[in-house]
């Protein structure tokens, strides 16, 4: 593996293989001393021209705990506002020197672009690229399934946090997927991943924000959360936020902005939002999860925003542990020799 | 490294010669256990942490000696793993290595004296990179190294405390540890011994 490119990239053992190097990661970040010498003198590149608060710092931790250099650049205030070309910026960061490339780019497919177009050498990893694909947040929301509920709900109590689930997939478990479908590369990446380690997937959302092609998905698509919560008892909900600011039409950034989607925000959180009513009817073993930023009182509730079913908080450290195996497993090897 | 031209294979249709059976490694481990009690007045204090993947049911088996010894020691509460994957100096010249488990008992490590445990000590690169390791995980009152062989060819100044056997070898023969808990498939004539194999003696 050189590139994470895509959650269809890995195959299952592959899958099992980074959720393990990550519980041995996470298993060193209880420590007081948390940092580890495994990538002493590495640099890697965070290329973010997209916003992004905990994607960037994840990884920008994860890199310094396994003592890699970081730079990060922003395309805000750098050459790229005056016009500079991905091709241009790349190459000049490998010109600097750099092992790897995360990049965040608001174009579907720049990560595989920059991978093989030729223009740089160095591994390049996606943090999340337009409306296509984002593996890392699918391998750490596997982790963090896998970590609750491998082996079934009444998993060993004994066990170490870290080191539940260890070598097991997600099979038999099922995960809804619920919210703005649509513009969500975390929908797009878990649909992959958590189908390839066993689970079964349903997909909720309002039929304008599912889209085309959804049906050849591997999973199932509902437009009734209520009926799905009731009938398939899932035990893992991840509500995705709704992005309004891809939904262009209504411009501004009044109540009404970016609906074109649904009738108002309030018909939306009714039919689609996680309430304290919605979080009673899941089993009680069932976590939530939401990659986050939420929007709070739209497609979550404060209520299940902050209840012990909620694993938010554990998914952003279990990012740090997820990014740190993919940083291992693609730079701590022999360099392949680039023509 | 080369393997080098294979020994003439002996009757048993096993390769290799074999350097330490069943029960010589048993006398070797009995001994070390005495010798590591003798040495630092028992048990008190003592950790022993096994490099993975063969160091840790070395690790175990000296605890289970130690208690047999020593009855009011409990041998779980002795023994730890530590994991040296991340540490090695060599990452960038192999593919990527899987990493393992570190466990260190509740007690930790601070104050106590760490015994390392592997099962062959070679150029010696593992070792520091255990040392490094156990630095992260606390401060060690002192530090002793036990192995079950030592092949020598050191590459660093490190030396073993306790040693099972001291094995003279040349660069290209190889030293295969296999016991029965990291290898149950080895074959019934091949677990729980040490072989040396290839080369020219």
Known sequence: MKHLLSAGDLDRDAAIHVLDTAARMAATQGREMKKLPTLRGRTVVNLFFEDSTRTRISFETAAKRLSADVINFAAKGSSVSKGESLKDTAQTLQAMGADAVVIRHPASGAPHRLAHSGWVGTSVINAGDGTHQHPTQALLDAYTIRQHLAGGPTHDPTAEPDQRGLGQDLAGLRIAIVGDVLHSRVARSNVQLLHTLGAQVTLVAPPTLVPVGAQAWPCDVSYHLDEVLADQQPDAIMMLRVQRERMGAGAGSGPSHGTGFFPSPLEYTRAFGLDARRLRMLPDHAIVLHPGPMNRGLEISADAADSARAVILEQVTNGVAVRMAVLYLLLAKEKETWA | ?201
């Open chain 2, 1 to 201: 490294m080369s393997s080098g031209p294979a020994l003439p294979v002996p009757a048993s249709g096993v390769p290799g010669a074999e350097v330490l059976g069943p029960a010589e490694i048993t006398r070797a481990l009995t001994r070390i256990a005495h010798e590591i009690l003798e040495r630092n007045k028992g048990a008190s204090g003592i950790v022993l942490l096994g490099i993975p993947t063969r160091g840790l049911p070395l690790a175990h088996r000296l605890a289970a000696k130690i208690a047999e010894v020593e009855p009011d020691v409990d041998p779980s509460s002795l023994v730890g793993s530590l994991d040296v994957t991340m540490y090695r100096d060599d990452l960038h010249r192999h593919p990527t290595r899987t990493i393992g488990a570190t466990e260190v008992p509740a007690d930790g490590v601070d104050d106590k004296v760490v015994v390392l445990v592997d099962d062959v000590l070679f150029s010696g690169r593992t070792i520091r990179a255990a040392l490094d390791a156990l630095n992260d995980l606390g401060r060690p009152r002192a530090v002793q190294l036990a192995v079950l062989v030592d092949r020598g060819h050191r590459e660093l100044p490190i030396r073993a405390d306790y040693v099972g056997k001291n094995l003279p070898t040349s660069l290209s023969e190889k030293v295969r540890v296999r016991l029965s808990e990291t290898d149950p498939d080895a074959g019934p004539q091949v677990v729980d011994t040490v072989r040396i194999d290839g080369g020219e003696r």
